[in-house]
């Protein structure tokens, strides 16, 4: 089936350690996002990016690194100098054209915390 | 810059009853879209309704029906006869376009409990 795959679901990071999400899609979507929810708001974004070797930073870029080296892929590093980083981390990914096109479907989380 | 406001943060029914979300949005772009996601518990978000700014027809189906007024810069929800599997957190959410890289702009969501 086609969609967008999160791993892990649940992720714990200790002081100092630079983790890792991952991000993959079989859509044949061309642009993807990484968002942030933090209890009991909304979504915000923090890379993007519209093709590959290529990424922009969002609202909320700093403590975060991506990497764009295939479509299909958009992997998230949550780095040590990110002092807050237990949320819920969402990825999404689009044709990156308007219309109907441009709709973000979205995959299943991962819920990060500190140890 | 570009704006959502979901005022309700949360709402609580009986079964049954008709509920609507309200959603206000700002933007400086004629061209835009907007979208509502519900987000289950499970936590992923699942898409809706796109709506792009030169269509102010409201749209129905099945239950579910939405009120796009450009005048009032609203495009709200509204759940009738709800169902306890309608319970939800639900966003509404403005994208400027792929010339702004498709992104969206959520507003803080709104948490639907129905309760039997």
């Known amino acids: 089936d086609g969609g967008i795959t999160q791993s892990p679901k649940y992720l714990f990071r200790k002081e100092g350690q630079n983790v890792t999400l991952s991000c993959e899609q079989n859509?044949?979507?061309?642009?993807m996002y990484w968002y942030r929810q933090d209890p009991g708001q909304g979504l915000r974004l923090i890379y993007y990016?519209?093709?590959?070797?290529?990424?922009q930073k969002g609202d909320i870029a700093e403590g975060y690194s991506v990497s764009r080296e295939k479509k299909e892929s958009f992997p998230l590093t949550v780095t040590s100098a990110q002092q807050n980083p237990t949320a819920f981390y969402l990825c999404?990914?689009?044709?990156?054209?308007?219309?109907?096109?441009?709709?973000?479907?979205f995959g299943a989380g991962t819920r990060l915390s500190v140890l | 810059a570009q704006k959502v406001t979901q005022a309700q943060t949360e709402i609580s029914v009986v079964e049954k009853e008709d509920v609507t979300l309200d959603c206000v949005y700002e933007t400086r772009d004629t061209t835009y879209y907007l979208f509502w996601y519900k987000q289950p518990p499970s936590g992923e978000l699942v898409f809706l309704i796109r709506?792009?700014?030169?269509?102010?027809q409201n749209e129905i189906s099945g239950r579910y029906s939405w009120n796009f007024q450009k005048s009032t810069s609203s495009f709200n929800f509204t759940i009738t006869a709800s169902q306890v599997v309608d319970s939800a957190v639900y966003f509404c959410?403005?994208?400027?376009?792929?010339?702004?890289?498709?992104?969206?702009?959520f507003g803080g969501g709104t948490r639907l409990m129905v309760k039997p």
């Open positions: 999404a990914s689009t044709l990156d054209r308007g219309g109907p096109k441009n709709i973000q479907y």
């Open positions: 709506r792009n700014s030169f269509d102010e």
């Open positions: 959410a403005l994208s400027e376009g792929p010339e702004a890289g498709n992104m969206l702009t």
């Open positions: 990016s519209q093709i590959v070797n290529d990424f």
């Open positions: 859509l044949n979507h061309d642009a």
